[in-house]
């Protein structure tokens, strides 16, 4: 069974900074792709960024050139440093991962969430 964890919520002023780290644990497993996506109260969750196994990376228009998403393969590990927060970040931030089985069968998994907080 996979468990993806996240970490490095909090709150923070506008402009200021924040690392948040998701960790994959089990086995039995290959990871692919791992990302972080975001959802605001009353709002659908979206896309913030992901990185594929061999490093490359996808952002939101909303995040270019604030946000730096990065992974640890060894650690089964994905990071996301955001600088220059703005109120409007302010969301629960889910880890997700794209997994392949021992048999080679995709699937899916989301961590619990953290809060991310930027107050004005």
């Known amino acids: 069974q996979v468990q993806l964890v996240e970490s490095g919520g909090g709150l923070v002023q506008a402009g200021g900074s924040l690392r948040l780290s998701c960790v994959a644990s089990?086995?039995?497993?290959?990871?692919?792709?791992m990302g972080w996506y975001r959802q605001a109260p009353g709002k659908q969750r979206e896309l913030v960024a992901t990185?594929?196994?061999?490093?490359?990376?996808n952002y939101a228009d909303s995040v270019k050139g604030r946000f730096t998403i990065s992974r640890d393969n060894a650690k089964s590990t994905v990071y996301l440093q955001m600088n220059s927060l703005k109120p409007e970040d302010t969301a629960v931030y889910y880890c997700?991962?794209?997994?392949?089985?021992?048999?080679?069968?995709?699937?899916?998994?989301w961590g619990q969430g953290t809060q991310v907080t930027v107050s004005s």
């Open positions: 997700n991962a794209h997994f392949l089985s021992l048999l080679g069968n995709p699937f899916r998994s």
């Open positions: 990185i594929t196994s061999g490093g490359s990376t």
């Open positions: 089990g086995s039995g497993f290959r990871i692919n792709v």
